[in-house]
């Protein structure tokens, strides 16, 4: 069985600063590893996923999210949000069997992107 | 850009009344997904299909809900009878499973059971 932690449940962060959201999974097989991001009332978006090759992991609206395998970490990035960044975002790891790829999912970080 | 489309967007019923959320999933995609979300327990798989057959509904519970493909182009997800704590926001999703590209979500059914 796999899971996701995700260390944060919200982060409050002022415009143009950094950010990281932490996540750490737990899985006996390889897996594939994603972050969805979810703005009010819609469904999740696709940020960006690992799937093999390098560790480091760029996507949409300039975030970037770094794989480390010993540490079982996959950490989210931006070096400067804006205030459209506000939103929730979701660690989602599944795993690399051909007969499985369901997504387990994190439980959320809220983020609150301050002017 | 190509879109899981979800209906209703928004439901209210009284309990005990059957409720059935419907999604279109993108054509040619092989797996789809239910999940429910809610504030207490996240994003919860329910059920999933490849090739429309089912392959997994572990996560649904089984005397009131059901998930059924009829056809590629549909999915359905069904409560009968409903109960307050269904109250919930639910989300299909669609993709190629084997390729492992990620998922697109679609916009989600907000059911309220009063």
């Known amino acids: 069985a796999q899971s996701v932690t995700q260390l944060d449940s919200q982060v409050p962060v002022f415009e143009e600063a950094p950010v990281e959201l932490r996540c750490n999974y737990s899985s006996s097989v390889s897996v594939y590893l994603f972050w969805y991001v979810q703005y009010p009332n819609q469904g999740l978006q696709l940020l960006l996923k690992y799937l093999s090759g390098s560790t480091l992991v760029k996507g949409i609206n300039g975030f970037e999210a770094e794989f480390n395998k010993s540490q079982t970490s996959f950490h989210l990035r931006k070096p400067s949000v804006h205030i459209s960044d506000t939103a929730e975002y979701f660690c989602?790891?599944?795993?690399?069997?051909?007969?499985?790829?369901?997504?387990?999912f994190g439980g959320g970080t809220r983020v609150l992107v301050k002017p | 850009d190509a879109r899981v489309t979800q209906t209703p967007r928004h439901k209210v019923t009284e309990m005990g009344q059957e409720v059935t959320m419907r999604c279109q999933p993108i054509l040619g995609h092989n797996t789809v997904f239910w999940y429910r979300q809610t504030m207490m327990q996240g994003l919860e798989l329910l059920a999933y299909?490849?090739?429309?057959?089912?392959?997994?509904d572990s996560g649904m519970p089984k005397d009131r809900f059901s998930a059924e493909m009829p056809d590629a182009t549909l999915a359905t997800l069904k409560i009968q009878p409903s109960e307050p704590r269904d109250s919930a926001v639910y989300f299909c999703a669609s993709g190629w499973a084997d390729r492992n590209y990620g998922y697109t979500f679609g916009s989600g059914t907000r059911l309220t059971v009063v």
């Open positions: 989602a790891v599944s795993d690399n069997k051909a007969a499985g790829n369901k997504l387990t």
């Open positions: 299909f490849r090739n429309r057959a089912p392959l997994d």
